[in-house]
Structures are given as structure tokens and as C-alpha cells.
């Protein structure tokens, strides 16, 4: 077990301490790997993984933990030329294990990139090793070996078929959740689909034929979101998909309806009607279920009106039954000083004005 011998890779020497248990095992692209490392990556609580395959910021420890068995601990001393990045990832898991944002505060750029422009990892041990790269010893142990398959996968880790296949069945099961009515449960469904989508569209050139057919498969997609956050009362997120939608399906009839339905929901009638004679606009049998959406929505107007002016009459009401006894007294003063003064003037204008008054009157006439 204390054999030291070289793996089949320049700069890289193994030592077992503990063997392990059972063959070798097969490590297929996506194998996820549990391993604790030189940080003594125990102390966060939980063993750091590794996905086989996804170019790992430090592409050595991919190689030593696919020469070990289960439950194997093992000694690596590994090159200068395999251990430069090694102060990047440092810095990550020891930020992950204080409870924070290994990305937090970084500008859209690489590790290098970043690290050049703060000039610091903010530890001044990996500070040192970025400077002067050594040679590194890493001491391991493979806890547990989990199939491609054994987990939720996230689409960063599949291939572009194997997110295409991933598609339908989650579209299937969001339909089979909406039949249940768990339309939260749903919409992640019809949500990761899209996303799924999405991540192999940007790969293809906007305009060419498969890029085209992409955008027609989450066109039904994102409908379905939709219609869960409408029942979900959502109103806005469904405005905010459905304006997205319609932006590259200008010919989109149920985008147009189901955003009429979310802005007749909160009150935008001007958007509500425009979108709904979009709906008819574009397909005429649809004529008679737009004029019925457009009664109710007059009908929930003038609902709101009349349900706002009671709101402030009792509104204004109530202000003036809270008023105090002495303001309520000069309220009632001035009002019938003033329907004394009317009364007043009606009785001048009905009998004639007073000689002083009609001097003055022909006085400033002139």
C-alpha cells in the first residue's frame, strides 16, 4: 500500500495509504466523484465534488481520482506545470466554505482575468503560489462513485443529444402535472425544457434551418409557462414572457391572447383590447370569444369604477365623521354664511341695486 509509482502522466507520482474496496471503477463522461483535497475540504462540512468530463478548473485532479477505488485514500505529489490555476480554485472552495459567493464581486471575464485585474486572491499563502507555482502534494480519498444517470442533471453537464431527448419528457410531465393542477410544479417542468433549448440554439447561426426549428419547439413551451402563471395569478411574468414570445413570433395567436388575459387581469384595458383585436386580426374564427373577452372586461371596468368611487365616498365620509365637534361647527357657519350672501345677491339682482351701487358701477364703467 506504500508502493509509489508513476500514473500514466508526465509530472505525477501516486502514493496509496488506504487501498480501497472492489475493481477499478468506470468513470464515463459525467461521472461525479466525492473527494476532500490539501484545503482539507472536510472542515466546510460536506465533500467537495467533481464532474467527470466538464473540464474541471484543475484538469490533474480529474486524472488522480480516475485512478482510485472506492474508499482508497491516496498521496499525489503533482508538477509545477499541472498546479499554476491551483490558487484560483483554493480561493473558490475556501469562499464556498465560509458561506459566500466564490464569484461575488467579479467582473464578466475569466479566473486569470479577474485575478490580474484585484491582483490579489485576498490569502496571501495563494498570493505566493500564483507568484512562484510549486509543486503540489494532494492527498485524496474517493468516497463515492455516482452513474451519469443517478443524479439531476443540469444542462451545463449534458451533450447537445441528450439534451434534445431530455425535451419531451419534460414537457410530458408538465402536462401531466397541469392535469393535476400542480401548475408550480409544471411550470419548472416547461421552464427547464426551454432552457434546455435555448442552450442549443445559441449554438446554431441565427437564421439557418435548425436554429429556426429550435425556436418553433419553445414556442408550445413557453405557452405552457404561460398558462401556468396565469393560473397562478402571475399576471406580470406572464406579460413579461408573452412580450418576449411575440417580439419573434409576431404571428404568435395564443401569445397575443394569453397576454390580453394577464393585462385584463391588472387593469391595462388599453393593452387588453389591443391585444385581443390582435387575436381576431389574425384568426377570424376567434371573433365571437374576442367580443365575448371584451363585454367582460368592460363589464370589470366598470365594476372597478364604481367600486373606487365608493371607496373614496366612504372614504370621504369617514374623514369628516372623525372630524372635531368645533371644526364640524365652523364648517356648518361658513356654509350658511354663504347661503346668505347668495341669497342676497339674488335679491339684488331681482330688485335693482342701491343708488351707491349703481354709482359706483357707472363709475368704473368709464
Avoid at 78 to 105: F, N
Avoid at 122 to 134: I, K, Y
Avoid at 162 to 180: C, D, I, W, Y
Amino acid at each position: 500500500m506504500e508502493d509509489t509509482y508513476l500514473l500514466k502522466h508526465p509530472g505525477v507520482k501516486k502514493k496509496i495509504l488506504v487501498g480501497g474496496t472492489g475493481p477499478l471503477p468506470h468513470f464515463p463522461p459525467g461521472t461525479k466523484v466525492l473527494r476532500t483535497v490539501v484545503d482539507d475540504s472536510r472542515l466546510a462540512g460536506r465533500p467537495a465534488e467533481i464532474f467527470v468530463g466538464k473540464m474541471f478548473k484543475l484538469e490533474v485532479w480529474e486524472t488522480l481520482l480516475t485512478s482510485m477505488r472506492v474508499g482508497e485514500v491516496a498521496e499525489f505529489w503533482c508538477d509545477a506545470v499541472h498546479t499554476g490555476l491551483y490558487p484560483i480554485v483554493s480561493k473558490g472552495m475556501r469562499l464556498i466554505a465560509q458561506g459566500k459567493d466564490p464569484l461575488e464581486g467579479q467582473r464578466h471575464m475569466c479566473g486569470m482575468g479577474n485575478l490580474f485585474h484585484y491582483h490579489s486572491t485576498g490569502f496571501p499563502e495563494l498570493d505566493e503560489l500564483m507568484r512562484t507555482p510549486q509543486p503540489l502534494i494532494f492527498i485524496m480519498e474517493l468516497l463515492q462513485v455516482g452513474d451519469p444517470m443517478s443524479y439531476h442533471r443540469e444542462s451545463w453537464m449534458m451533450e447537445k443529444d441528450e439534451k434534445l431527448s431530455t425535451v419531451p419528457l419534460l414537457h410530458m410531465r408538465g402536462n401531466a402535472l397541469v392535469k393535476q393542477r400542480q401548475f408550480q410544479e409544471a411550470a419548472s417542468e416547461y421552464k427547464e425544457a426551454v432552457l434546455l433549448l435555448k442552450t442549443v440554439q445559441s449554438r446554431e447561426m441565427p437564421g439557418d434551418a435548425d436554429y429556426m426549428n429550435l425556436a418553433r419547439l419553445i414556442v408550445p413551451l413557453e405557452l405552457n409557462y404561460c398558462q401556468c402563471m396565469l393560473e397562478l395569478h402571475e399576471y406580470y411574468e406572464v406579460i413579461e414572457h408573452a412580450s418576449e414570445l411575440l417580439d419573434k413570433h409576431k404571428d404568435c395567436v395564443k401569445g397575443y391572447y394569453k397576454r390580453a388575459k394577464a393585462h385584463a387581469a391588472v387593469w391595462n384595458e388599453k393593452e387588453a383590447r389591443r391585444d385581443f383585436n390582435m387575436v381576431a386580426h389574425l384568426d377570424p374564427t376567434l371573433a365571437s370569444l374576442v367580443h365575448r373577452e371584451l363585454r367582460a372586461l368592460s363589464e370589470r371596468m366598470k365594476e372597478k369604477y364604481w367600486q373606487e368611487k365608493d371607496a373614496y365616498w366612504n372614504k370621504l365620509d369617514a374623514d369628516q365623521s372623525a372630524s372635531p365637534p368645533a371644526t364640524r361647527r365652523v364648517r356648518i357657519f361658513f356654509f350658511f354664511f354663504i347661503l346668505r350672501l347668495f341669497l342676497l345677491v339674488c335679491q339684488i339682482t331681482l330688485r335693482g341695486a342701491p343708488p351707491s351701487i349703481m354709482a359706483s358701477h357707472s363709475f368704473c364703467s368709464l
